[in-house]
């Protein structure tokens, strides 16, 4: 029933994980992997046993902050409605469970254990959960086979199969088809993956229903706390947000910026903020003879109109757009782009380097005119240019990054009540 590969991996992967963990001290990825899951399972037993009884047991998996980042509007929609539900969040990685393990929500944040039979039938038994909710994609087979055999009701969300990913290799197809069948539903991000899960796996019970990360980024963006200070200084100027810049994205911008006739107002947010990033930074804008300011040393002395605020801080980047007329994303010459939903939200014009195809929202962003790809310091100058000097394109171009959002925002909804519908079951039964 569940295919010839996945009997295989429940086999091979206890000796691949021995032979993982006895080279773990050669590779500290490897050997971060198995420390902090040492002793997981008795540590997550002593939480569990001071809950008071639940009607209704939700666990949520993501592998990391930005698919957790998925299920938070998710969480606070059923929440809101029902807040009985006991909820349990695992996380594959460090960094998101290092970001999230203090979660108000939930009764126990955790690392997801190595993915064998036995942990996975511990887990179980010591979660109980009614409802497993996997966003996006990290399937371990073992877990996902354990959760199916206890009765356990599974939820795939946010769910997209990109061309040209593993899923089609004609090797690893069939292992896929018997991973996906194992859900009860999935919620696909666009019409075209729901197309791909029903013919290409015959999954039926694929439905379309958007990206969550759309209704959270919108909920975030009227939070705008923490640049309430920040905003007098801004106010009726022309304001440019550089966010998550590399030092590539910093060697395009600011001899550009330089240049310009007509400057906005610079917020420069570092994708890294620690001490030699920072120094190295500060460097590049003496060497350009660029008048500076970090904010964590603001004072009254900042002038907008001749020096760029350095943002040294983390943790406020989508609140700084909300200042901006204009943003600049970084990774788009490294790895990708970042986050482009944040500044798109907002309503203003986004521009991003060339590398941005492992973001379908940043392609969305671009198809749609709401942002705008560079590749060299000529096509930055005139697209800022542009928009600092004409105010029609700069809020056109504005106006189609936040209807590209808006046209996205729903998934929330659709998928809260897929979860409600067996949470009355369960109620009910």
């Not at 979660?127 to 996902?144: E, G, S």
């Not at 171009?397 to 929330?412: E, H, L, R, W």
Request: hydrophobic share 40%; proline share 5%; aromatic share 10%.
């Amino acid at each position: 029933m569940n295919g010839f590969a996945l009997s295989l991996y429940t086999r091979l992967f206890p000796l691949l994980l021995g032979t993982a963990k006895l080279f773990s001290p050669l590779n500290p990825k490897l050997q971060t992997f198995f420390t902090v899951r040492r002793g997981l399972l008795e540590e997550l037993e002593q939480k569990i046993r001071k809950l008071p009884p639940s009607s209704f047991r939700l666990w949520v998996h993501a592998a990391s902050v930005g698919e957790f980042e998925q299920a938070r509007p998710i969480i606070a929609a059923l929440k809101e409605k029902h807040p009985d539900v006991t909820l349990f969040i695992s996380f594959l990685s460090d960094s998101g469970y290092n970001a999230r393990k203090n979660f108000s929500d939930a009764a126990a944040v955790f690392y997801l254990p190595a993915d064998t039979q036995n942990n996975a039938k511990q887990l179980l038994s010591l979660i109980r959960p009614d409802l497993l909710l996997l966003m996006r994609y990290d399937f371990w087979p073992n877990h996902l086979l354990e959760a199916k055999r206890c009765g356990i009701k599974l939820i795939l969300a946010a769910a997209v199969l990109q061309k040209g990913s593993a899923y089609f290799n004609p090797v690893l197809t069939g292992f896929y088809r018997s991973i996906f069948h194992l859900f009860d539903h999935i919620y696909t991000v666009s019409e075209q993956d729901t197309l791909a899960f029903q013919q290409t796996f015959n999954c039926q019970q694929a439905e379309t229903a958007g990206d969550p990360r759309f209704d959270q980024v919108f909920l975030r963006s009227r939070n705008q706390g923490r640049v309430a200070h920040l905003k007098p200084l801004f106010e009726n100027r022309t304001v440019l947000v550089a966010g998550s810049v590399w030092e590539k994205d910093e060697q395009l911008l600011l001899p550009v910026w330089k240049k310009l006739d007509e400057r906005p107002a610079l917020l420069l947010v570092p994708h890294e903020v620690n001490t030699e990033k920072m120094e190295r930074l500060y460097r590049e804008l003496q060497n350009l003879s660029l008048d500076f300011m970090a904010v964590s040393v603001l004072n009254d002395t900042f002038d907008p109109e001749r020096q760029i605020l350095v943002i040294d801080q983390t943790g406020y980047l989508a609140e700084l757009y909300a200042l901006a007329s204009i943003a600049y994303v970084g990774g788009g010459f490294g790895v990708n782009v970042h986050n482009t939903l944040e500044p798109a939200v907002q309503g203003i014009p986004v521009l991003f380097g060339p590398r941005y195809h492992n973001s379908p929202e940043a392609e969305g962003l671009v198809a749609a005119g709401g942002a705008t790809v560079i590749h060299d310091q000529k096509e930055l100058a005139e697209a800022l240019e542009t928009l600092t000097t004409d105010c029609a394109q700069r809020k056109k171009s504005g106006m189609k990054a936040a209807a590209f959002v808006q046209g996205f925002i729903g998934a929330t909804t659709a998928i809260a009540s897929g979860i409600e519908r067996y949470y009355g079951e369960r109620r009910n039964g």
